[in-house]
């Protein structure tokens, strides 16, 4: 779809819909060229929108047959986004609009709408693809129940709410919870289902259906097992039960995301709910853990209650990430899961609020919604309500939430509505919190301290960077979370909150005995940067003693970045305080092997131009590159004597089991797999590989062996093992590109984009590619700007069929502002070849303008 000139929406123009709807009924008759599509829509004028209105419906892409109101026939205005029905036209109370359209699901290669996915009818309407299905109100504030008829001549045939009918050739389905067309979906399918029963709280059945092709049936007890505990979690936790008689999930091959929470019917993208040891990794069973328990706990938050308009992402998506964050530290360990989500964070959030496409949790503006899906919205929307929640307590968090759930079910709230049940359930005022909504960027945070008789005073002071369109930016609320350690090691005072609310502000401790080491930030108590400039002793110490686990790793964490920033900015050494301190966490086995795998795991490339680029200097992609490497063979030398003894230790026997304890291990035998690798030429990978019986040591030895050079026999055994299994093999092209040399990045990913298997239109097969080139950061940013060449022409490739993806993975670019001015050149250009593409996308054409100007 191409715009000639993409408008822009604002939050400020908001205004309620002209009509309300009581009831939507549709028919669909299935067929790949030209399926039909009747609706009946039951409407009345809106009274918050007094007079007489035009009725505007959306509709892209859709031919209009017939249009009907109150039986009679009509001739709407027809243009490129909708229809419109004059208000003289119009009866002046409520009336039934019928319409009928075709469509061509075969045609739809931008996954949005009906579209087809190998033979198998599918949907996806958030955020406003429903408008290519039939002319409609496509707008979430809008919400009504709806009956859908489906025929067609496949055998599973499935839509929203509960089966009401069914026989040869159509089914039909009810859904009483009234919702936004965003929500709505259709499937139709070979199908078979893996079920299971479930009863709720309350004594309420639900069939449970996970709906695969045939074959894959036995791949989805794990999705089942994590369905039925998140159902059970939210029941527990939040209080919150499921409210149809069936809850069905369905897996296709194709899909722009992970997975939708249409109202009873989750659509998954397929690798995130086929697993079996033999084909899924632990990372890969703790993703599809978290993304199930992600669109079932939507069925609350965004479903029944969801948002007045898409400024408002954040009310679902923060929450829900909040969520389901809550519930796998519950199901896992939550020191280990909070240091993977700060990671992640760091990764993607902290990298887009530094760059071009910084916005803020809710943005003030669009020109495509489908480009606010980020780590902004999602990820840092749910660090605002941990902070929430560590200022009004779990007491005042569990009220607000009730509350929430009391006042607004069945509506389509805003974010004032949300910080208002947490002012009205605890008496705080939220207006300057509030900011944490409307200004983007990454706050820093100084810290100082001064001690004196007894008295530890913290001075704080924090920076608001000047992000896009937005110079000037007032304090922030800050729960610090604050432990003082004293020097034997043992905690001289407990966790305390501190909140900041100034931009310079100091706090004391009196009544000290001995001067104590400060734990700051515990949790990760606050998305900021902190600048501290602590002692290498001091870090050391915290990485031993600290008793907050985040904050013990990352003492480890900071340390590392020290010694790596002094590599790569000075040529300093390996310092041998970090290797001894690797050394005691390494094999330390009172401490969690999960923990130790994250502690041993050395900061990123992407993470250290960050850091670097912050700290004033201009990264050098390839020195970082080379001191990380330094780095890491310093590590496998320090280590060597206990890593053959480590692996062993770690070694999981019995049947393969996905659990937390399990995974922690193997993931610490595979870190030292990778180490020992380092020291003998790949015989320990080698052997590895031919012992490894499961899907996460296979990865493992395989890693090392790429890594070595050293993978041609085992890479040609993992196609041949399963090359008919797409999402495994995604993983074969990912890790070949993300692990190569940086000089041959370039190359593999051309190799292997000419492979005939290589179909890029699936968004999975061209993220194991594209995104996994991005992600070769030394590789990516190769000096004479081969890889930016190759990904800007995949993108201009991909941009016409897929905008929605192409535009994702845009993101590759947004850093460049960091790097020299060869580098800054050579983006600048492709960003202009892009935008000069005849018949962008308004997707594309958002995402390369914006980050074109840069930041
Ligand atoms: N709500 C969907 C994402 C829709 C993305 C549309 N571009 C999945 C989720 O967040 O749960
Ligand atoms: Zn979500």
Sequence with gaps: MSDASPQTVFLSDYQPFSHVLKQVSLVFRLSPQATRVQARIDLAPNPARPGKHDLRLDGESVKLISCKVDGRDVAPLVDATGLTLAAADLPDGAFVLETEVEIAPEANTALEGLYMSRGMYCTQCEAEGFRKITYYPDRPDVMAPFKVRVEGDLPVLLSNGNPVGQGAGWAEWNDPWPKPAYLFALVAGELVAHSAPFRTASGRSVDLNIWVRPGDEDRCAYAMDSLIRSMRWDEEVYGREYDLDVFNIVAVDDFNMGAMENKGLNIFNSKFVLASPETATDDDFARIEAIIAHEYFHNWTGNRITCRDWFQLCLKE?????????FSGDMRSHAVKRIEDVLMLRARQFREDQGPLAHPVRPESYMEINNFYTATVYEKGAEVIGMLKRLVGDEGYAKALDLYFDRHDGEAATIEDWLKVFEDATGRDLAQFKRWYSEAGTPRLKVSEEWAEGRLTLQFEQENPATPGQE???????????????????????????????????FSFEGLGARPVVSILRGFSAPVVLERDLTPVDRAFLLAHDTDPFNKWEAGRALAKDVLARMVAEGADVAPMWLDAMAGVAFDDRLDPAFRALCLRLPSDDDMAQTLHAAGHVPDPARIYASRRTMGDALAHRLRDGLEGLMASMSVSGAFT???VSAGKRALGNAALGLVSRLDGGAAAKDAWAKADNM????????????????EAALAEFAAMFGQDGNVMDKWYMLQIALAAPDRAVEVAKE????????????????????????????FHRADGAAYAFVADWLMKLDPLNPQTAARMSTAFETWRRYDADRQ??????????????????????????????G
């Design 752 to 779: 292997l984009t000419a492979l005939p298997e290589f179909n890029w239109k699936n968004p999975n097969r061209f993220r194991s590619v594209i995104g996994a080139l991005s992600a070769n950061h030394a590789g």
């Design 472 to 506: 000037v930016k007032g304090a922030k609320v800050l729960p610090i979370a604050v432990g003082l350690i004293g020097p034997n090691g043992d905690e001289a005072v407990p966790t305390t909150v501190l909140e900041m609310t100034e931009t310079r502000q100091s």
């Design 825 to 854: 050149q050579m983006v600048q250009e492709q960003l202009r070849r892009i935008l000069a593409q005849p018949g962008l996308s308004r997707d594309m054409t958002e995402m390369a303008g914006r980050m074109q100007k840069g």
């Design 318 to 326: 923060g929450l829900t990430v909040f969520r389901d964050q809550q």
């Design 696 to 711: 996460t040591d296979r990865i493992g030895a395989l890693s090392a062996l790429i890594d070595l050079g050293k993978a």
């Design 658 to 660: 996905p659990d937390a």
